[in-house]
């Protein structure tokens, strides 16, 4: 089969691979139809993600169709379409009872990391019970793929950890795929103002489309001051970091009001400092997790019920054959405006 590798800081190929074969009673392998490139492959690629090794296969996004499964998968039948979940759960480890399925013991986010992911024809998903989700008839198989993680991530991440509500003021630094998912399903909440802040004026514009309430252009470093314009010196209630970089974080720091929030999305592959000798008095908690992925079904009834629609999160489409042309398209976003790539194997 054809499969994306990861062979290093900054290199990858399309190589050919054998078909993965089951290995647990719980393993399902599933044909893969459609996936994506997630902000996180990026940041393996650049050395940031010290558990994926050299000769992985990448991804951890995707629908398909189930192709074997193992003795102990009972609730899955080859043939049937699922959407995969980006965090692998047993279901039974301490964590996974008590709803941290992302440190799940045998499982979290492993898939394009510790073991081979999506990206490529088939995929081997372990805990297939509890890591796969049925696909209704009808479903829009592309809006399902942003239910894999983007989405999901987004609002556990961001807006249920930074306790979004209504007339709250919202920053989120960071206006790539992420942030976006993290500015739509914010809206769910009511917040009195969605502040949008990135160096990229393109996807400030899809912010302003997607319901942002204000946008601020960073590049002239004065983002905290106009946020403070805005707010009255106050500061905001929820800062939301969609990033993964130092800079983004320290801004979050800037922005957050007493007794405010700070969430964090990014993915972070260098230390970032946290200023306590200015912030111990000012009552702030900081969320930093990965997520647990208990939303699924919650956001894919929101789909069906056209409250939200992830298709307007997608901005190319490619085929597998084409992948690392897809790469270089969502790599060079400022240039090309992707969001999220589409690759159907």
């Keep these: 089969m054809k499969a994306l590798v990861y062979q290093g800081p900054g290199e990858k190929a399309l190589e050919d691979r054998p078909k993965p074969s089951l290995r647990e009673p719980g393993d399902a392998i599933v044909k893969i139809v459609k996936t994506t490139i997630c902000g996180t492959d990026l940041h393996i690629l650049k050395g940031d993600v ?20 193992g003795a102990g998968v009972t609730a899955f039948r080859p043939g049937g379409r699922v959407l995969i979940s980006c965090i692998s759960a047993c279901g039974k480890c301490e964590y996974c009872r008590r709803g941290m399925y992302s440190h799940c013991t045998t499982g979290g986010w492993i898939l394009g990391n510790s073991i081979d992911g999506t990206q490529a024809e088939y995929v081997r998903i372990p805990h297939a019970d509890t890591s796969l989700y049925p696909i209704p008839p009808g479903a829009d198989e592309e809006a399902l793929v ?22 709250a003021t919202v920053a989120i630094v960071g206006s790539g795929p992420i942030g976006l998912a993290a500015l739509l399903t914010a809206q769910f909440y009511s917040p009195a103002e969605i502040i949008m802040i ?68 990014g993915v972070h592959g260098s230390k970032v400092d946290l200023h306590l000798e ?15 992925h208990r939303h699924h079904a919650d956001a894919a009834e929101e789909v069906q019920a056209k409250k939200i629609d992830p298709k307007l999160l997608i901005t190319h489409r490619f085929k597998l054959a084409e992948i690392l042309d897809a790469y270089e398209t969502f790599g060079h976003a400022a240039k090309t405006g992707a969001l999220k790539v589409i690759i159907e194997a």
């Design 50 to 69: 010290a558990t994926c090794a050299p000769g992985c296969i990448l991804g951890h996004e995707g629908v398909g169709v189930v192709d074997s499964v």
């Design 146 to 167: 942003m239910l894999s993680d983007i989405l999901p991530t987004g609002f556990e991440c961001g807006v249920l950890n930074g306790k979004v509500q209504p007339g």
């Design 198 to 265: 990135d160096l990229d004026d393109n996807r400030l514009d899809v912010a302003r489309r997607f319901g942002a309430t204000q946008t601020i252009n960073s590049k002239d470093g004065k983002s905290a001051e106009k946020v403070m314009a805005l707010t009255s010196g106050r500061g905001v209630d929820t800062a939301i970091e969609a990033v993964g970089v130092p800079a983004s974080f320290l801004l979050c720091e800037e922005l957050v009001a007493p007794g405010g929030i700070i969430a964090n999305i």
């Design 278 to 292: 200015r912030l111990w008095s000012q009552n702030i908690r900081d969320y930093d997790a990965a997520c647990g």
